[in-house]
């Protein structure tokens, strides 16, 4: 899978643009929260990426921020939300808006984006609240400078991809005591809490 492109900017057409990274040009769909964050053209951008391989194409999707890349894949679980859906939803809302739609059962806000109807919403809602990523406060919408994670941020994550929800997996991390942890350290200390 390619997770991660690093290149030139050769063309930018919203949803589409194409990137020459070291002379193989790649077209890549982004949302347009994405697309306020890239520079001009002939500039270099990095860009995390999603494969969706189908039976007939394989679609390459862009995002500026990591965060907004696993905002995405969880759209895409969700049933009745394909790729070009997820891109509408993340080009009407950042990640942290979307968010805060999800938790306080925001409906209206969700209806006002194109393609999304009350039943999708409400469906996005239910099926969401347990899905939502960890929140990444220190994560920059800039594709320029990268910023490190902490690693409360890493070790929540690590969870959730063990399968934890990440509300239980934030609560996990927060009862650990002590501070100046590494992520390693984190986790095996939040999973040991939980066998308790």
Not at 40 to 61: G, K, M, P, Y
Not at 115 to 132: N, P, S
Request: proline share 5%.
């Amino acid at each position: 899978m390619i997770g991660f492109l690093r290149g030139i900017i050769i063309s930018k057409t919203p949803p589409f643009l194409l990137l020459d990274v070291q002379g193989v040009g790649y077209e890549i769909e982004a949302p347009m929260t994405t697309f306020y964050d890239l520079p001009e053209l002939n500039e270099q951008v990095s860009l995390h990426t999603h494969l969706v391989v189908r039976d007939d194409a394989h679609i390459l999707f862009g995002f500026s921020a990591e965060t907004d890349r696993a905002m995405f894949r969880h759209l895409i679980k969700v049933n009745g939300v394909g790729p070009k859906l997820a891109l509408i939803l993340l080009s009407g809302l950042t990640a942290d808006e979307f968010r805060r739609c999800i938790e306080d059962s925001d409906a209206p806000a969700l209806i006002r984006l194109p393609g999304v109807g009350k039943k999708t919403a409400e469906r996005l809602i239910i099926e969401m609240r347990d899905r939502l990523p960890p929140a990444d406060d220190n994560q920059t919408r800039s594709s320029k400078t990268q910023t490190k994670r902490h690693p409360q941020q890493e070790a929540i994550g690590a969870l959730v991809t063990l399968g934890y929800k990440a509300n239980d997996a934030s609560k996990m991390v927060k009862a650990v005591t002590g501070d100046n942890h590494s992520s390693e350290q984190l986790i095996r200390l939040a999973l040991q809490g939980a066998l308790r």
